[in-house]
């Protein structure tokens, strides 16, 4: 079994950064793709960004495209969303998700095996 923990998250002014960790344990190695997912009140789970296992692959969705980044360090088990330029319409809960295979990244709900519990992200304005 996997185990994921996010953390990072809580309340920034709008114009602001964040920065969330996922550290994934259990039963894991390093050969796993990545991805963040959020989810905003009354709205579906949409994706945010994945990264490949290496780390040479990465894509963020167009709404967060020049404001989020992906990325991991497989020495320290941790993937990371950089959040800058934050807006009111980023506030989410947002979910850490792994996949136990494949070589790249991977953008559908559906590709994902675990999922972390979620960290709340408000913007405020």
Known sequence: QVQLVESGGGLVQAGGSLRLSCAPSGRTSTMYAMGWFR??????????????????????????KGRFAISR??????????????KPEDTAVYYC????????????LRDYDYWGQGTQVTVSS
């Open 39 to 64: 989810q905003a009140p009354g709205k579906e789970r949409e994706f945010v960004a994945a990264i490949s296992w290496n780390g040479h692959n990465a894509y963020v969705a167009d709404s967060v």
């Open 73 to 86: 360090d497989n020495a320290e088990n941790t993937v990371t969303l950089q959040m800058y330029g934050l």
């Open 97 to 108: 998700a792994l996949r136990t295979s494949g070589y790249y990244y991977y953008t559908a």
